[in-house]
């Protein structure tokens, strides 16, 4: 079920440009992602990261360059997004096909050392809480002290005027800057459909997401930093944000603190 090199950079570049429509100042969310790294992983000489909903390795590649001494792990479950980065972005990651927080999911990543950081943009959102939950206890059981999770995602505050107003702040700056006159997501997948080097992947990725159906959900900033100090973690901040579009952080204690037991 492989591609070809020209068509996974086609689609990949597509990509590229289909998601400046969504995420807020996308660029520059990546570039704060990469520089709480940056400030977690001073003075080590191969820092382990990982990249979790890598889709086809767009975050994964920008923290490649900008730490090539790096070990990159990038997790997913989509089938065709992990094709098209393993193919196009074959130097910058080592590709992993899991489903974040299901039963087991951290055993497919192959990890022999604890992790310097784990990062995500615009991922973790299909995840209700339950399972939000627990992908956070995993992933502070990963970490060494002092290291970090870094989410960027669409995260609303609580109050729903607020929410709206973040909202409404974020897409007029998407207008500003060109955002709505790119290719959605709907036809990106759409095109993608009608591509016969992709069929294979695609009937997979059906029979995938007929198994692991998620829906976007509206978990507020405020409950992350709470679920994430449930889960283990010493201090939960946000360092960046427009409109909705949010950078938060959550990091280990230096004498790491056990993630309480899964509730029943």
Not at 21 to 26: H, I, L, M, S, T
Not at 82 to 109: C, K, M, Q
């Amino acid at each position: 079920m492989g591609v070809s090199m020209g068509t996974a950079r086609a689609w990949v570049e597509r990509w590229e440009r289909q998601q400046e429509r969504y995420a807020v100042d996308r660029e520059e969310r990546f570039t704060v992602i990469a520089d709480v790294v940056e400030h977690t992983v001073v003075g080590r000489a191969r820092p382990l990261l990982l990249d979790l909903g890598c889709g086809p390795g767009s975050l994964a590649a920008r923290l490649a360059a900008r730490f090539p001494h790096a070990e990159i792990v990038a997790a997913d479950m989509d089938p065709v997004l992990l094709e098209l980065g393993r193919t196009h972005h074959a130097n910058a990651a080592r590709f992993v096909d899991t489903v974040i927080g299901a039963d087991g999911w951290t055993d497919a990543l192959g990890l022999n050392r604890p992790l310097d950081a784990a990062v995500s943009t615009t991922a973790l959102h299909y995840l209700p809480e339950p399972a939000l939950l627990r992908t956070y206890r995993s992933l502070a059981s990963l970490l060494r002290p002092g290291g970090v999770l870094v989410n960027g995602d669409h995260l609303p505050p609580d109050a729903a005027p607020c929410s709206n107003l973040t909202a409404h702040v974020g897409r007029r700056r998407s207008e500003r800057t060109g955002g709505h006159t790119r290719e959605d997501w709907r036809s990106w997948w759409d095109a993608a459909a009608r591509d016969p080097e992709l069929a294979d992947l695609l009937d997979e990725r059906r029979r995938r997401h007929a198994l692991h159906h998620g829906g976007a959900e509206q978990v507020t900033v405020r409950r992350h930093a709470a679920l994430l100090r449930r889960a283990g973690f010493a201090h939960v901040a946000p360092v960046w944000q427009f409109g909705d579009s949010t950078v938060l952080v959550a990091i280990m204690g230096e004498t790491r603190r056990l993630p309480a037991p899964a509730e029943t």
